[in-house]
């Protein structure tokens, strides 16, 4: 028997400016974005080839909109594995995404840490073969 993680909740203000950044900035694939009520959407994203998806789940009450942000804490909390760490770290950077840092070179790869607009913190890796 086989199992994977097929998407991961992430708590954001509104649908469409998190399909903007997600699909817009960072080239994702828009999977799904179905009405469900007034108010809410089922809506996947996730990076073209990718088995694990990013729900876009629009926060709903004080508390959500509390967490949009810092579901983590304040750590980096998602991880964007490329296998062309130079390419995709310009096509970003051109098309508007925020770097807290330059690239560096660590043991295990080269890594650099960038926001989402809703303040969200993720890793671009590119790992050691």
């Known amino acids: 028997m086989s199992q994977h993680i097929s998407a991961i909740a992430l708590v954001v203000p509104d649908y469409d400016a998190a399909i903007a950044f997600y699909v817009g900035s960072l080239g994702f694939d828009l999977v799904e974005d179905t009405q469900q009520s007034a108010n809410k959407r089922w809506v996947l994203v996730a990076p073209k080839g990718a088995q694990t ?3 876009l789940a629009k926060a709903d009450g004080a508390l959500q909109t509390a967490a949009i942000g810092n579901q983590t ?15 995709d ?12 840092e330059e690239p560096r070179v660590e043991p295990y790869g080269t890594v650099a840490v960038f926001r989402d607009p809703f303040g969200n913190r993720w890793d671009l890796l590119e790992l050691n073969s």
């Open 89 to 100: 770290f310009q096509k970003m950077r051109d098309a508007g995404v925020t770097f807290e």
């Open 53 to 55: 998806q990013l729900l």
């Open 73 to 87: 804490g304040g750590r980096v909390g998602f991880f964007l594995h490329t296998e062309d760490f130079a390419s």
